[in-house]
């Protein structure tokens, strides 16, 4: 994020966390919409999509954000393809760091696929992704479901981030997110945990003697799903079946 504020593609610099952060409005505690390229980062982004190593297209093509290797694959084969019809010349052109052009349309074809094919993986995608273990020869793409919680490989959906306490973002709607998020803005690691500590929340919860520093407000001490009806009491039974005192009547 640069210091001093400026202009790029419309976006005002530095950026505000709710510019990508969007607050689920139909989350009873204000949770926050999974980030999702389409909706929050093509706008700035899509450059990082391009495959044209070699600037041989003329014109941006960016390959589809898409976890379909096959797809991205036959995109940059098919695009390729599409230039060779429409300019044989390019053929003539060296490739690379050869100084003479390729043999053949399938050399060179072949050869323009590989390179774009690994500048895209290899220097666009790690501009968001981290990578896996290859799958079919090509680097797989690492935590790209699109969770609220924590990533998890056997469960897809997300797991909590806390697994012990409640957290509510819309009863703390009035504090901007750097506030709680201190590290945010010095992250530059998409794997970063940025959960608030606990000296990030003393400042408001320990000290102004109200029901908001009881431990109870954050932490849930039980497992409430394990109660059972049966281990129920009458009022009666709770109290020690008390005989409270007749009312005197009044005159």
């Excluded at 945010?184 to 320990?206: F, I, K, Q, Y």
Aim: with cysteine.
């Amino acid at each position: 994020m640069p210091p001093e504020p400026r202009q790029i593609r419309d976006i005002e610099l530095p950026m505000r966390c709710s510019d990508c952060h969007e607050t689920d409005m139909q989350s009873p505690t204000g949770d926050l919409l999974a980030v999702r390229f389409d909706d929050h980062c093509q706008e700035c982004h899509e450059a990082e999509l391009e495959f044209d190593v070699y600037g041989l297209l003329g014109e941006s093509r960016p390959a589809p954000h898409t976890r379909d290797v096959a797809q991205i694959h036959g995109i940059v084969v098919s695009t390729f393809e599409q230039l060779l019809e429409q300019n044989p010349a390019v053929l003539s052109r060296p490739i690379g760091r050869s100084l003479q052009p390729a043999s053949s349309r399938e050399e060179w074809l072949s050869q323009v696929v590989a390179d774009a094919e690994r500048f895209l993986f290899d220097r666009k995608c790690v501009y968001c992704h981290e990578q896996g273990p290859p799958v079919d020869g090509y680097p797989s793409m690492q935590g790209v479901n699109p969770i609220a919680g924590r990533f998890s490989s056997a469960d897809t959906t997300g797991l909590p981030w806390m697994d012990g306490a409640a957290f509510s973002h819309r009863a703390h709607r009035a504090v901007e997110c750097a506030g709680c998020h201190t590290g945010a803005r010095g992250s530059e690691n998409t794997a970063d945990v940025l959960l608030p500590r606990l000296n990030d929340c003393l400042p408001c919860h320990g000290g102004t003697g109200t029901t908001q520093d009881r431990c109870s407000q954050c932490h849930l001490y039980h497992d409430k799903s394990q109660e059972l009806d049966r281990d129920r009491r009458s009022i009666e039974e709770l109290l020690g079946r008390l005989q409270l005192p007749a009312a005197t009547p009044e005159f």
